[in-house]
């Protein structure tokens, strides 16, 4: 250990003697380090972190095996968890949720909306959070004739009650019904993602069939002795008993038990994680080979003091220590202010992603500096230091002292050590730049996408009316005129409609739909469409544009014929080249006959309603539409769109104004601009693509600069050989070739090499290109031509200074 720390003493006042050398190779390694860390910063928020519970790694999440028509999972009907709910044995506090709206108003506050959750079960008993005010639900609270309450989370209890702890046991309006606040959740806790506000899920028998209950998300704890395979295979034999006597109701054969946490990550973000980590090692890599290349013309330029240090008994080992320990110092000194630029720009990134229309999980974007994040810093920043310093230290170990005064400076040159590193760079960057090519090539036609409708000028908001607020359909649709008539009155407005899905914002569902005369093998396998209902003047206002048919009209009131107009990929589906227009189809699953049929009366294009049409569209088309008058199939929360002119706040704010004078009590919310959804929905891509641009931008400026300090020092290594060829007649066209040609052989071999590198990083990202092959021809070709010229111009400098050599240069250094 003191022979260690000999070393790096006299390698830290060896590297103050050479300020430049020492900042340079430190920012080298900064940059490598810091995108190192930025990405493992990612990791660990996304994969590593633990759910904030207790004991999370015994909480264990269910749902369906995926359906091969239903592009998402699929999970438990209420009836179908109150079933496993009664005869499992394997899981303490089974529980289930979904999300949902839940409006708060009272006599002193405004109404507000919050992301609210509805929960069965002994949900907060299984996550094993305490209230930190009076008590959280309990299953006693879900019994038919108990009453309503409801749990505040504590943002709610600071904001909204200015934290009176009086609020405990004070009845407020929950979604227009007055319920009793039971309890305050403790700050941070807005489980399961960013829920504010809870309330029970009412144990009733319903009136209508098990196949239509809401979905739940369902998980459990563990039991002492239980794993997850027992928790398996139980479940998978009750669901078979299930199934056998409400076959209708459970719509796969199986399910799959998984940690609760991976229900919060999915797969292909792990892919895309570990694939970023892949590239910023590169991008470290080639840092440490550019800082190696500096070290070996380090040494080379100090032959007499490394003669004097083995004349003295240094040991090849003790010599190659000195240079490690001068690596090592120049890690630890890139590595504080690398720490510092990965905090920052995660940051930044995860601002971006909590700012996004679809947040990961709270937990997840909170910006933590922990000890594994240093620890991890201080292990790259070791390596890094051996790993840039280890193969100079290897070759200056060789040499011997006899060696090093007879043959000077040539005997610690890296010979094709450097050139190897250069070709080993070229090959990282290549597969860098091909992914960041990718990539800027995807977020590029990404921008071209169609929506198929208007999305300039319009401002859009959503509202909901519960049982208390509108009784019947009646009441519903005589509350949506009123609301449509004070919005359409607004100054400076050209035009309002309501529906229930707006383009790109995910407002809207999908149904299953059964076409007349059609037969489906499996009624599980009935073909699923948006199903959205729009009230008239939808169309105009979107610019849907009317391709056959019809648009509705005051013909079709809630007593007239049901009708329907469907996008023309529905059309060509079922009825390819025949007219569709007088065709029937059920907006029902294809063995059950409730719903009536409805006849089209028209055919539109094609229009993307959700986020899932970036990946659909580059399958060839986007799912089937299908449209219905608002009167006969009426909706309790509906999207507003304003067309208007002026300040998109000033409309926004106009807005809730209108609908304060129609209804106080019921609030507005995602109010916002139509183009606001659409370029939200490639937040995750241009995210994604901005990082790769980066790594990108990075490993070929290193590549580059590497590139340049080999040629760089070849040439200064070869003033003699350079000398004598002019005096032996060598035209300035010959050293220029000789010159060049040494280092586009080099960008020739690393090119070769990372072609398999690049293929492998472009088939990684496949999943989130947008109509791009990993394999685009196009890409590679501007790749292959962007380092032909970086390649060009890191070789003219010295190229140019080898034509500066005279003859009487060679006697110099003869």
Known sequence: MSTLWFELKMAWRSLQRTPGFTLSAALMLCAGLAVCMYVFGAIQSFLMRPLPLNQPERLLHMEYTPLDNV??????????????????????????????????????????????AFVIGDMFAAYGVPAMLGRYLQPADQASEAEPTVLLGYSIWQQRYAADPAIIGRLIRVNGRPARVVGVMPNGFRFPFDNQVWVPIIRKTPDYPRDQDPTLEVFGRLKDGATQASVSEEMNALIGRIRQAHPDSVPATSVVIKPYQEEFVGSNTKKILWTMFAAVVFVLLIACANVANLLFARAAGRTRDIAVRSSLGATRARLAMGMVAESLILSFIAVIPAVLLAHWAGELTMEALRSGDDPPPFWMTESHFDWLFAACAVALAVLAGVVAGLLPGLRLARGSAAQVIRDGSASLTAGSTS??????????????????????????????????????????????????????????????RRVLEAMQKMPAVQGATLTTALPMANTGFTSWYSPEGEVIAEPQRTPMAYDVRVDQGFFELFQIGLQSGRLFDTRDRADSLPVAVISRALAERHWPGQDPLGKRLRMERYDRNEAPWVTVIGVVGEVAYDGEAIAQSRDGALRPAVYRPMDQAPSRFVSIAVAGSGDEQAVAD???????????????????????????????HRIVGTIFSMFGVFSLALASAGLYAVLAFAVAQRTREIGVRRALGATARDILRMVVGQGAGQVALGLLLGLPLALGFGFALQDILYNVSSADPLTYIVVFGVFGLVALSASALPGRRALRVEPSEALRYG
């Open 71 to 116: 592009p998402m999972s699929v999970e438990i009907g209420i009836r179908t968890f109150i079933d496993l709910e009664r005869e499992q044995t394997q899981l303490n506090q089974l529980s289930g949720y979904h999300g949902g709206t839940l409006n708060l108003s009272d006599d002193d506050t405004r109404p507000e909306r919050y992301n609210g």
């Open 419 to 480: 050139k190897v590193l250069v070709v080993a760079e070229v090959a990282m960057s290549l597969a860098l730049l091909v992914a960041t090519g990718l990539m800027v090539r995807g977020i590029l036609n990404l921008e071209q996408f169609d929506i198929g409708a208007r999305s300039e000028g319009l401002v859009t908001a959503r509202y909901g009316l519960f049982e208390t607020q509108a009784a019947d359909d009646a009441a519903l649709r005589q509350h949506q």
């Open 654 to 684: 106009a807005m809730r104004e209108a609908m304060r004078q129609v209804d106080a009590d019921t609030p507005l919310y995602w109010v916002r601009s139509l183009q606001s959804w659409i370029d939200g929905a490639a937040t995750d």
